[in-house]
């Protein structure tokens, strides 16, 4: 099973990214027609270069890994994070709780190229992963539980998806690449896989997948479709994109399939 898994991880990637790809369409659309105060948008580009991220690794299974993509994926990964964590500061600041200023990034950045000179990429994805991408998944998580606080509480939404960011925010800590230093030289990519025997991608894929299908449907109750359309419309608005999918993934399969040659 290990060995068919690592296999698949272009796919698997494939498929991660796709997730966050359609999180990302779903909350630009939505910012279309609903203003949000806790500044959505920031988690829109998140997911969208979080997303283009997973994909630029199958490109990089697929046809090319060279220095120049492995720092565009670097690059992007940060930048990234950088809206999640913007996202988790200027959310929590807007719940009065005390959060630094944006002078708080000149830490992360610095921290972020000291481990770029201490272990290359590895290094430097790494210290994103630690210094951005857990505090600011950490940090989204409380806003949702603030959001949760404030709306109705028979609309379990924003707490379901509080849990979601300090799902991510774990399943993050393992998914960096090993390096030298401390924790990630223990706690990483492989040896998630040497213990559990599955890539530590396929658990982030699930866990996107399903944040996705259930931000569809918030999504669906928040503008109302039942209500405001008729069922055909809803079903439009509402099964057309789980549908949509579905269909990707399974083009996904067989173009991941065709240019591994494999099948």
Known sequence: MKELLI??????????????????SIIFSLLKQE??????HLLGMFALLFGLVQ??????????????LSIIRGAVTILSFLFLFEFGRGGL?????????????FFPIAIILCGQFAGGIDGLLSASYYILGIPGAL??????????????????YYLIFSVFFVLFGIVFSASVPK????????????????????????????LAF?????????????????????????????YLPLTAVTVLVGCGWIVTKKYAGIG
Request: charged share 15%.
């Open 179 to 206: 390096a030298a230093v401390f924790p990630c030289s223990i706690i990483n990519e492989q040896s998630f896989l040497n213990y559990f025997h599955i890539p530590i991608q396929l658990l982030c894929g699930v």
């Open 55 to 68: 994909w630029l690794n199958v490109v990089s299974i697929l046809i090319y890994d060279g220095k120049a």
């Open 7 to 24: 296999a698949q991880l272009d796919y698997i990637y494939f498929f991660y990214g796709l997730a966050f790809l359609i999180s990302a």
């Open 35 to 40: 203003k949000s105060a806790i500044g959505l």
């Open 139 to 156: 940090a989204a998580a409380a806003v949702f539980r603030f959001r949760y606080k404030e709306a109705s509480r028979n609309k379990p």
């Open 93 to 105: 600041h807007l719940y009065k709780v005390r959060v630094p200023e944006k002078w708080i990034y």
């Open 210 to 238: 399903a944040f996705t299908v259930t931000f569809i449907f918030w999504v669906n109750e928040l503008l109302e479709y039942g209500k405001k359309f008729k069922l055909s419309l809803q079903t439009a608005t509402l």
